[in-house]
Structures are given as C-alpha cells and as structure tokens.
C-alpha cells in the first residue's frame, strides 16, 4: 500500500450535520469549506463524505437517485469543486461514499426497470416471481424491518430490497449495469476525488435462487444478509472493478463489509488479485447485542470486545480502526463514560483504537467528546431504523418504554445530531432550526470551548494524531496483545524491530493494578502519551490505573 494510504487518518463528515452555510438547517458543502481549517488543525488528512448525491433521503443519502448530481440541500456541482480543490490545497485527501448495492426506488434505471420485463433496465435490479400463493419468493427480512421483497404489479414480481423499501438492490449479473456502474466512478476520479467508502459491499452478489432461510434472534424474518453476504461472484466483480477503474487511479479504496469474516476479508485485500485497499468490519459492534439483535440495552463486557479486536489485528495485515460512526451510538456513551469520567473516556477509547495497526477512522464530534443524545420522544428521531425498530419491539409485546429506551440507547440518531460548535443558538451549527434535535449538553461540550483547553480531548487527538503518522512503530509495527485475561485493562504493544511501543488502557472506573509482564519491561521506555498528566514517566513493573487511565510507552 502506498505510503499516504498507510498514514492516512480518515475524518469522517456526516454532511447534514457538519455546518450549514445558507440557513435551512441543513448542513452543506460550504460549510465543510468553512471548517476544513478545522480538519487541518486536528491532523486528520482524509476526510470521508457520506453520501451527497441527489437523493430522496429515505435513509439520508445511502438512497441515490442519480448518481452524478450533487444533491442540492447540500450545494452545487460548483461547490463540489471548490471543496476538491481546497482539500488538495491543504494536501486533505477527499473519499466519497458509493453506494452501488442499492439505489433509490426514484432513480431512472428503477423507474424503468419496473416498467417491464424487457427493458434495457429491466434487468439492472433483483427481480423474482411470487411463490404459488403470490406470497415473497421467500422470507428474507430487510435490515430496517418487514420483508426484503416489494411487490410491483406491472412487472407481476417482487424486487429485492435489503435495506428500505425505497432502496431497491441492484442487480450484479448485470455486465452492462456494471459497467454503467463503473463510467459513473471514473466521473467522479476524473474530478480528482481521491477514493471511495464502499457501502455494504459485502452484499453485491447475491444468490441465484432465494429459498426460505432459517430466521434468527427473534425477529419475523431472515436476517437480511442471509446468502448475500460474501456472495459466490463478489470478487470477480470486485477485481473487475479494481481492473477497470481503481488501477487505474491513485485512490484508496475502504470495503464496508458487514457480516464478514476475518478470514473471508482476506479475500479483499489480497495483493495477487487487487479488489480494495483494506475492510470496514462489524464484528466488535455485536458485542452488545442482545434478544433482539443490534438494539438492546446490554452493556459490552472488556473481553469480548478485546476478542474481537484482537482477532482481526492478528488476522489482517491491514485494518481500519473504529470505535463509531454514523450507524452506531456515540463511541463514549457506548464504551466509556459519558459522565464523570467523558473526557478521561474518551481520550482513552481513543488511544486504544488508534495506535492498533491500520488506518484509524475519526467521527465527526468524536474528537470533542461528543455524546448519545437525551431524545425524550419517538417523534424526535429521524432514522427510519429507530421507527421500524420501535414498532418490531412492541409489537413483539415489549412495553413502550422500555421498547423506548433500547431505541433511544442504539438509534444511529445519537450520532447524527448537529455538530457542536459553540454555545450560542443552535451550537453555532445553523441560524435555523436543525434538521435534528440537537444534543442538550452543546453549552458545555463544543468546539470553541475545546480549542480554548490545551488538555482537551481534541488536542489529546492531535497528540495521537502526530504519533499514528510519523512514527513508524506505529504505521508498521506488529501488534501483540498482552495481559490477555485483564478483566479491567485492554494492553498491547506494537514491534518494529528494537523499537517497541506499550499502549495500556483501563476500561475500569476504578483505580485497578496491572502488572508488566516480564518480557516487556523495557527500561529505557519512557511516557509519550497519556490522559492523566501525572501518569508515571517511567516504565516500571506495576502500574496502578486511576479510572479510564490511559498510558503510551515507547523506547525510541
Ligand atoms: C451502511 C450505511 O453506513 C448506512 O448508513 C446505510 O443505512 C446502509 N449501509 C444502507 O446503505
């Protein structure tokens, strides 16, 4: 991998939430303009763009209906421009999202291909015939709730959908839908857009035939990714695309991969037959799932969560490292302690994550600590998953509050509210009201409160920042997990020859001890990091952890 892939920081923006320019509440491309200073200063030198085609925003953005405009709630084509341009100025490199599983129900290819049969596009999506009693072709769920299929009664089949009923898949058999698929990237490289987050890629082959599936946690249907997942022709289609597009070009390339294996990820990464650059997984995500899936009110427990994590340090050569994103909870809320201890919290969480080996994933809000949100009511969130969720919990005869209160703990809303900016109207975020409640605590937790603290968690990330890009035991070094059954401490270092780096972190809100293992008191180590400005500068061989204490030792 090319040398500013490997020192890549990745800062996700989730666009309707980052600064809105012109006053509609709704975030927009002038307004990342406007803060790209910002991004600079953080250190973070790959900024990601969720979805700003033009689109209904059925499921904000990940539904486009043409795959070539620049939704106008964001700006124009123009603006577009401008930002590409200014990114590079900056040496920022600009990833788009692509989401090429899906598209929107109001995208022309759609729109045709329902028409009939024997369209040009009428094979661009997933179409079946009914089972003999004119029922689903089977009882594969959608991952937002209800069934997979949607009937169309001018074709007389159902078309698949396994996310939105608006979010029709798109159909990968199809060679000219392909390749009508790759000129609209090459459009988008030929801008000078530097790589693509591609959305639930994991998912673009999907099975010939579609039987009835065995149907898991609870749920009235199939898991949605039941025979899609890592498809039979997934990486013919994959190394096609590196083939015809991305060698093309000097492009990262980040694989969404849900429900894949460490072992299947492999596949995608594999130098002999290039496909993408590394794999967004999901695996340390279930940690706290429950009866129900994804939305339950279970904590995670430090050693399932290290497993995971560990795991897939030792099974990929190269990974991303993520805590959080615009599909989960806030990272502090989640993991650490959004209370007394959010800001030793955070700056631990942050610690642990991106000193692993592989390319660190940033979520906007993050870097100042930002937290899930005190919804008080259904009607204040946006998310079509929060609405089917609610529904599916009470209808499986779960009280209202408590069907509440799981949404409120895991709705992908907690990390969609508006940036905050200052403490004035609206956080500085817009003149007019957001488009989505915005979190209560911005008096305390924003931007320019942060910026004024030399010790806050954002200056705390330009720290890591500054050690994940120049040192090279931290780009190239092996990872090695130690003190494999701590039940408070999540401890690892990374080699690279003599050179060794100790990363330790306390999940604990209490002080615990821990103790060096022997092969690795290296006395010449010394403290270049931690969240507690007292931490011991020295290694020695037991450490006593306050609360969420978080500790870099490195020998260089
Ligand atoms: C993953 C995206 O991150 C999520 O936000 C979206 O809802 C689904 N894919 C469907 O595109």
């Given at each position: 991998?090319?040398d500013?892939?490997k020192?890549?920081?990745?800062?996700?923006?989730?666009?309707q939430?980052?600064?809105?320019?012109?006053?509609?509440?709704i975030?927009?491309?002038?307004?990342?303009?406007e803060?790209?200073p910002?991004?600079?200063k953080?250190?973070?030198?790959?900024?990601?763009?969720?979805?700003?085609?033009?689109?209904?925003?059925?499921d904000?953005g990940?539904?486009?209906?043409?795959?070539t405009?620049i939704n106008?709630?964001y700006?124009?084509?123009?603006d577009?421009?401008?930002l590409?341009e200014?990114?590079?100025?900056k040496?920022?490199?600009l990833?788009?999202?692509l989401?090429?599983?899906?598209?929107?129900?109001?995208?022309?290819?759609?729109?045709?291909s329902?028409?009939?049969?024997?369209n040009k596009?009428?094979?661009?999506?997933i179409?079946?015939?009914?089972?003999?009693?004119g029922?689903?072709?089977?009882?594969?769920?959608s991952?937002?709730?209800?069934?997979a299929?949607?009937?169309?009664?001018?074709?007389?089949q159902?078309?698949?959908?396994?996310?939105?009923?608006?979010?029709p898949?798109?159909?990968w058999?199809?060679?000219?839908?392909?390749?009508?698929?790759?000129?609209?990237m090459?459009?988008?490289?030929?801008?000078?857009?530097?790589?693509?987050?591609?959305d639930?890629?994991?998912?673009?082959?999907?099975p010939n035939?579609?039987?009835?599936?065995?149907?898991?946690?609870?749920k009235?249907y199939?898991?949605?990714?039941?025979g899609?997942?890592?498809?039979?022709?997934?990486?013919?289609?994959?190394?096609?695309?590196?083939?015809?597009?991305?060698?093309?070009?000097?492009?990262?390339?980040?694989?969404?991969?849900?429900h894949?294996?460490?072992?299947?990820a492999?596949?995608?990464?594999?130098?002999?037959k290039?496909?993408?650059?590394?794999?967004l997984q999901?695996?340390?995500?279930?940690?706290?799932?429950?009866?129900y899936g994804r939305?339950?009110?279970?904590?995670?427990?430090?050693?399932?969560?290290r497993?995971?994590?560990?795991?897939?340090?030792?099974?990929?050569?190269?990974?991303?490292?993520?805590?959080?994103?615009?599909?989960?909870?806030?990272?502090?809320?989640?993991?650490?302690?959004?209370?007394?201890?959010?800001?030793e919290?955070?700056k631990?969480?942050?610690?642990?994550?991106?000193?692993?080996?592989?390319?660190?994933?940033?979520?906007?809000?993050?870097?100042?600590?930002?937290?899930?949100?005190?919804?008080?009511?259904?009607?204040q969130?946006?998310?079509?998953?929060?609405?089917n969720?609610?529904?599916?919990?009470?209808?499986?005869?779960?009280?209202?509050?408590?069907?509440?209160?799981?949404?409120?703990n895991?709705?992908?809303?907690?990390?969609?509210?508006?940036?905050?900016?200052?403490?004035?109207?609206?956080?500085?975020?817009?003149t007019?009201?957001?488009?989505?409640?915005?979190?209560?605590?911005?008096?305390?937790?924003n931007?320019?409160?942060?910026?004024?603290?030399?010790?806050?968690?954002?200056?705390?990330?330009?720290?890591?920042?500054?050690?994940r890009?120049k040192?090279?035991?931290?780009?190239?070094g092996d990872?090695?997990?130690?003190s494999a059954?701590?039940?408070s401490?999540?401890?690892?270092?990374?080699?690279?020859k003599?050179?060794?780096?100790?990363?330790i972190g306390?999940?604990?809100?209490?002080?615990?001890?821990?103790?060096?293992?022997?092969?690795?008191r290296?006395?010449?180590s010394k403290?270049?990091?931690s969240?507690?400005?007292?931490?011991?500068?020295n290694?020695?061989?037991?450490?006593y952890?306050?609360?969420y204490?978080?500790?870099?030792?490195?020998?260089?």
């Amino acid at each position: 991998m090319n040398d500013w892939k490997k020192r890549g920081i990745i800062y996700e923006i989730y666009p309707q939430s980052f600064k809105d320019t012109n006053g509609d509440g709704i975030g927009d491309l002038k307004g990342i303009i406007e803060k790209l200073p910002y991004i600079k200063k953080l250190g973070a030198n790959i900024v990601w763009l969720t979805p700003i085609y033009q689109s209904p925003l059925i499921d904000n953005g990940y539904d486009i209906s043409d795959y070539t405009k620049i939704n106008p709630i964001y700006g124009t084509m123009d603006d577009f421009n401008r930002l590409i341009e200014l990114c590079h100025e900056k040496e920022i490199k600009l990833v788009m999202d692509l989401v090429v599983n899906h598209t929107s129900d109001q995208a022309k290819w759609f729109q045709e291909s329902k028409k009939s049969r024997n369209n040009k596009y009428s094979d661009y999506y997933i179409w079946r015939d009914p089972k003999s009693d004119g029922s689903a072709p089977s009882n594969l769920g959608s991952a937002f709730g209800g069934s997979a299929w949607e009937y169309v009664k001018e074709r007389g089949q159902y078309y698949l959908h396994l996310f939105a009923k608006k979010q029709p898949d798109l159909n990968w058999e199809s060679t000219e839908m392909r390749q009508s698929l790759y000129d609209m990237m090459k459009f988008w490289l030929d801008k000078g857009v530097d790589g693509f987050r591609l959305d639930s890629i994991s998912l673009i082959s999907k099975p010939n035939v579609f039987d009835d599936v065995p149907i898991e946690d609870n749920k009235n249907y199939g898991a949605y990714y039941y025979g899609s997942s890592n498809g039979t022709s997934l990486h013919e289609y994959l190394q096609e695309m590196n083939r015809e597009v991305f060698s093309k070009y000097d492009v990262i390339t980040i694989g969404e991969t849900p429900h894949t294996t460490p072992k299947q990820a492999q596949k995608y990464i594999n130098l002999e037959k290039p496909e993408l650059d590394m794999v967004l997984q999901f695996e340390h995500m279930h940690v706290d799932y429950g009866e129900y899936g994804r939305y339950s009110d279970l904590r995670f427990k430090l050693s399932d969560l290290r497993n995971s994590l560990v795991k897939w340090q030792n099974s990929l050569t190269w990974n991303t490292n993520y805590l959080g994103n615009h599909d989960q909870p806030r990272l502090v809320s989640r993991f650490g302690d959004d209370d007394k201890y959010r800001i030793e919290s955070a700056k631990m969480l942050a610690m642990i994550t991106m000193l692993q080996k592989g390319t660190p994933m940033i979520f906007q809000g993050d870097e100042i600590g930002m937290t899930n949100v005190a919804f008080e009511s259904l009607n204040q969130f946006k998310d079509i998953e929060a609405y089917n969720t609610y529904e599916f919990l009470v209808k499986k005869g779960l009280n209202k509050d408590i069907a509440l209160k799981i949404v409120k703990n895991k709705s992908r809303d907690n990390s969609r509210t508006p940036m905050q900016w200052n403490n004035e109207k609206n956080a500085g975020f817009s003149t007019a009201n957001p488009w989505i409640k915005i979190n209560n605590n911005y008096d305390k937790i924003n931007v320019n409160e942060t910026l004024r603290d030399e010790d806050s968690i954002y200056s705390f990330y330009q720290k890591l920042i500054k050690i994940r890009t120049k040192l090279k035991v931290a780009i190239d070094g092996d990872f090695n997990l130690i003190s494999a059954d701590d039940s408070s401490v999540f401890a690892y270092t990374r080699i690279l020859k003599d050179r060794q780096m100790l990363v330790i972190g306390s999940f604990s809100n209490k002080k615990v001890k821990f103790e060096i293992p022997n092969n690795i008191r290296n006395k010449e180590s010394k403290r270049i990091l931690s969240n507690y400005d007292d931490s011991p500068q020295n290694l020695s061989d037991i450490i006593y952890l306050r609360p969420y204490e978080g500790i870099v030792f490195d020998n260089g």
